[in-house]
């Protein structure tokens, strides 16, 4: 008995309760990023944005979560109900199952597995199921057209991220996301950073998340003015707020990912006093912030494209980019003797 307590149980329990501190500190900081991006759109077109609901409007998130469960969902009547009802929980669940394996600090990770990018890479790769499932089970031609639109969409756009991920391992050695941030802590600082060294994939990176998080320009997904309001339309109440849940995370796990991949993850901007007294995890997040005010004021100020004009970006130029700098990275590492031991 004692032996299945200190083997099994205890660590299950310290597992449960990481998981649920981490879920809740999430959740709640999330609220908050999607305050942020409807004031910093606010701020752009010079307008005040969400400020009734608490001080300065921060509490307009929760109010809007209260709206959405207290309201009554409706099921269309020829919808196949169970598939229907399942694709915002699809969506939402693997969003946050993401963070299980992302450092805000050195040791600060629920899971530090040794191929943490590929189970980001996978989880990315099986949300566009929540996204098929929710257009077909409407049965309604328009969330169908929307989600064959979104799957292609983020198809074409997790190709050139794999590529562009690649580069960062050869740099690496690694698929442990904590080693690749550690790869990067040097004496130069943000200097060392794979955002200087591979700076074309930290933008076809950046463009990419956007294309992969249904993100404006490429919000092709939800254009009112051809689709209606895409794969979603049919949905209201709290499977609607689910289906908002689950991008959010994305947009914020995509924030991440680009933070710890070019950015240095949990690093100061430079090894010296007084960068060092401060946190890693007031770093990581600050960065994290940084690419969300980046990706909030894209939305803000950037024309959507056209469908074709997103498929050609992807296919045409990003893809032969991508694949062009992993077959030049490669080089200069072996041909350079720096190629990682």
Do not use: H
């Not at 590529?163 to 004496?187: H, K, P, W, Y």
């Amino acid at each position: 008995m004692a032996e299945l307590w200190t083997n099994y149980l205890w660590p299950l329990i310290i597992i449960v309760a990481q998981s649920v501190l981490l879920l809740v500190v999430l959740l709640v900081a999330i609220a908050y990023v999607l305050l942020a991006d409807r004031k910093i759109w606010a701020a752009v077109q010079i307008r005040r944005g969400p400020n009734v609901v608490g001080p300065w409007g921060l509490l307009q998130s929760f109010a809007d979560l209260l709206k959405f469960v207290l309201k009554e969902p409706t099921i269309p009547a020829a919808a196949n109900k169970g598939v229907f009802l399942l694709a915002p929980l699809v969506t939402c669940v693997l969003a946050l199952a993401a963070w299980a394996v992302i450092p805000v600090d050195l040791g600060w990770v629920i899971s530090d597995i040794n191929v943490g990018v590929l189970y980001i890479f996978a989880i990315s790769s099986l949300m566009v199921y929540g996204v098929i499932m929710a257009g077909w089970a409407s049965n309604s031609k328009y969330p169908f057209l929307a989600a064959l639109r979104s799957a292609a969409q983020m198809v074409s756009y997790e190709v050139s991220i794999g590529f562009v991920m690649i580069t960062v391992l050869l740099c690496v050695g690694s698929l442990r996301l904590t080693d690749i941030v550690e790869a990067q802590n040097s004496s130069w600082g943000l200097f060392g950073w794979y955002w200087l060294w591979l700076f074309p994939m930290f933008i076809v990176f950046f463009i990419s998340a956007l294309a992969e998080t249904n993100r404006p320009p490429f919000d092709l997904v939800e254009a009112e003015s051809e689709l209606v309001a895409g794969f979603m339309v049919e949905y209201g109440s709290t499977p609607y707020m689910m289906f908002m849940l689950g991008e959010y995370v994305a947009i914020a796990t995509m924030c991440a990912m680009t933070t710890i991949m070019f950015l240095g993850g949990y690093l100061p901007p430079f090894p010296i006093v007084p960068f060092t007294w401060i946190p890693g995890v007031i770093w990581f997040s600050l960065k994290a912030l940084l690419v969300f005010f980046m990706f909030a004021m894209v939305k803000a100020f950037v024309p959507r494209y056209r469908y074709d004009q997103l498929m050609r970006l992807g296919w045409k130029v990003f893809l032969p980019l991508s694949l062009a700098m992993v077959a030049i990275v490669a080089a200069v590492l072996q041909f350079g003797g720096l190629a990682p031991k």
